[in-house]
């Protein structure tokens, strides 16, 4: 299980990747997203997107769902208070697979809850021409190691707690 | 049919309610975001939330499902290229029956497509208690109306085009 101490600033995590479908974007978006060129692939190609494109929600969502599958499930992750930008770059169309990509931008303890801190992290998809489809910008909150090694405030390690 | 220039800033529009259950909120966790206080009510209870809450992603995505119902079907958007906040500020639990705002805090033309230009707004769900769960900023990009009201330099409505 990795801890707030096991992530760093410019760590990078590759998610894996996922193939989206016609059937799975309408799915999606007949429930929360029912605009028509996210549900009609006949009334999508007189969009300006000239064709079904996916819910950006439903993007963001699958990103999450990397995002879990491929680091969080061994994470002692704590959940997020919010997004502090999200960008829909591209259109993600059917068929199209999606790598996901996370990179740290930095760690800190919080100064209220002794046994959490937040990493800053970006979030990213891009698709299979390489075209990056979606930037999140947040910060997850994550438990400290219970017992593990402090930080003294200038930031040098201190010995192990036991 | 809403246009561009049918929002001007301090619109406030209620978009409905609704009512979200445990077994949803398991559902769309167990797809796209299947962390232990999103998918098992027993896990959830010890962690910090105290019981199961829905994925801030759920949560976002029934606020969408509530704006396009409540107004977007009846205005020409052309979607939206991001978000600029996203705030989960209150757990969201099985049983939790949420309202949805949508407030307008400007409008503007595009400079780059004469078609079409974007309005400011604030989203916000909040649930049977009052409390205000979710706040969601961003930029909705909205046609204009084809053959319409042309507006001067100064602001002042010019005669419609015919």
């Known amino acids: 299980m990795r801890y707030l101490e096991d992530f760093s600033e410019g760590q990078s995590f590759e998610l894996g990747e996922e193939t989206i479908r016609e059937g799975e974007i309408i799915e999606f978006a007949r429930r929360f997203d029912a605009q028509p060129f996210h549900v009609d692939p006949q009334a999508a190609k007189s969009s300006i997107y000239g064709g079904l494109i ?4 439903h993007t963001a969502s699958l990103f999450m769902g990397m995002l879990v ?3 969080l499930h061994d994470v002692a992750s704590m959940g997020a208070g919010g997004i502090d930008e999200m960008r829909w770059l591209k259109p993600v169309r059917p068929d199209d697979t ?3 990509r996370l990179t740290v931008l930095g760690q800190r303890p919080s100064t209220k809850h002794p046994d959490r801190g937040l990493i800053n992290c970006v979030g990213e998809l891009f698709n299979q021409n390489g075209d990056r489809v ?6 997850a909150m994550i438990a400290r190691r219970p017992g593990g090694v402090t930080v003294t405030p200038a930031g040098a390690p201190a010995k192990e707690r036991t």
């Open 98 to 100: 999606l790598r996901g």
């Open 134 to 139: 979606l930037l999140i910008r947040w910060s």
């Open 69 to 71: 599958r491929g680091l």
């Open 54 to 57: 996916a819910s950006g929600w």
